[in-house]
Structure formats: structure tokens, C-alpha cells
């Protein structure tokens, strides 16, 4: 009932930027908590930033500085813009959301397909 769908991964330079979206359709009601994750080979999942419906957002250490996150709560679309890219940044990224669909008062968590951004030395 509810997609997450990203777009913007690719291969870049290290030092270089990319801007991955994140856009939830279907039966929403309203969206709490969306955030960005992301799974390298061999590693596990761990998180890169989140942003709550207010717009307070966090970040990993690794990422501080270099990554920005945001929302457009008209659009149910989340953003994060990747600057200054390091070979260490390559993995599958993931969206992730907390979904209310109005089905009830319950928030549900879903997950997009992922995107793969890779970053060449």
C-alpha cells in the first residue's frame, strides 16, 4: 500500500556530489520519521542520517559535514545531497520511512528497493 522509491545513485569521483531522492507514494496519511541507510559489502546496514517531520535531522560521524538531509512533507519526497564523496562512501543505499496510512492510528516502517552509489579513488 505504501512505495518508497529512490533515484540519483551512480558512480562518481572521489570529492565529488550526488543528490539521492526518495519519494513515498500510495495510502499516506502522514509520515513520521524518514531516514537514509546504507549496506556495503560485507558490512552491515547502519544509518546515515535521519530527519523527523519537524525537520530536526542527525548524522553519522562518517558523514558530518559532507551530507545533508531534507524532506518536502507536500511532496512525501525525502533528499540527501552527498558532497565532498570518499571511495568508503560506496554501498547500497536505502530509504526508510515510518508511514501512517490511515488505515489506523498505527505508523508502519517501510523500506525502498535501494540505489547504489559507488565512488571511485
Known amino acids: 500500500q505504501v512505495q518508497l522509491v529512490e533515484s540519483g545513485g551512480g558512480l562518481v569521483q572521489a570529492g565529488g556530489s550526488l543528490r539521492l531522492s526518495c519519494a513515498a507514494s500510495?495510502?499516506?496519511?502522514?509520515?513520521?520519521?524518514m531516514g537514509w541507510y546504507r549496506q556495503a559489502p560485507g558490512k552491515q546496514r547502519e544509518l546515515v542520517a535521519g530527519?523527523?517531520?519537524?525537520?530536526?535531522?542527525n548524522y553519522a560521524d562518517s558523514v558530518k559535514g559532507r551530507f545533508t538531509i531534507s524532506r518536502d512533507n507536500t511532496k512525501n519526497t525525502m533528499y540527501l545531497q552527498m558532497n565532498s564523496l570518499k571511495p568508503e562512501d560506496t554501498a547500497v543505499y536505502y530509504c526508510?520511512?515510518?508511514?501512517?496510512?490511515?488505515?489506523?492510528?498505527?505508523?508502519?516502517?517501510?523500506w525502498g528497493q535501494g540505489t547504489q552509489v559507488t565512488v571511485s579513488s
Open positions: 526508510n520511512a515510518d508511514v501512517r496510512s490511515g488505515l489506523g492510528p498505527r505508523y508502519y516502517d517501510y
Open positions: 500510495g495510502r499516506i496519511f502522514s509520515i513520521n520519521t
Open positions: 530527519i523527523n517531520s519537524g525537520g530536526s535531522a
